[in-house]
């Protein structure tokens, strides 16, 4: 996620995809910031997804992955970036895909 694009086309779809989600359990989000995140921007992000966001951490190449989502494990329903992060394991009765493809 970088600051600069907030509100684009991808984040609405998260926002969207959040809240169809709500039916499901009480969602936290880990945005996998790319770049320098602000307090502001940590704030605005997690307003305009309308969840709360477990980490303002930035993930880099070299950034050991299993550290980096450790905050999410005891989440019973944490949301990332369906393809370069994380599918639980326990999602929803409408996933039951678990899936962690290496950052590129």
Same mark, same amino acid.
């Given at each position: 996620?970088?600051? +600069? /694009?907030?509100?684009?086309? /991808?984040?609405?779809?998260?926002?969207?995809?959040?809240?169809? #989600? +709500?039916?499901?359990?009480?969602?936290?989000?880990? *945005?996998?910031?790319? %770049?320098?995140?602000? *307090?502001? %921007?940590?704030?605005?992000?997690?307003?305009?997804?309308?969840?709360? #966001?477990?980490?303002?951490?930035?993930? %880099?190449?070299?950034?050991? +992955?299993?550290?980096? !989502?450790?905050?999410?494990?005891?989440? *019973?329903?944490?949301?990332?970036?369906?393809?370069?992060?994380?599918? *639980?394991?326990?999602?929803?009765? /409408? !996933?039951?895909? /678990?899936?962690?493809?290496?950052?590129?």
């Amino acid at each position: 996620m970088r600051p +600069r /694009y907030l509100g684009d086309s /991808y984040d609405i779809v998260k926002q969207s995809l959040l809240r169809w #989600l +709500r039916t499901c359990g009480t969602w936290k989000a880990h *945005p996998m910031f790319t %770049e320098d995140v602000t *307090p502001e %921007e940590v704030t605005a992000f997690s307003r305009l997804l309308g969840v709360p #966001l477990l980490s303002s951490e930035v993930l %880099e190449a070299a950034t050991n +992955r299993e550290a980096y !989502f450790a905050s999410a494990r005891s989440v *019973p329903f944490p949301f990332s970036h369906l393809r370069l992060g994380f599918l *639980p394991k326990h999602w929803c009765p /409408y !996933f039951s895909t /678990y899936h962690t493809p290496p950052l590129r």
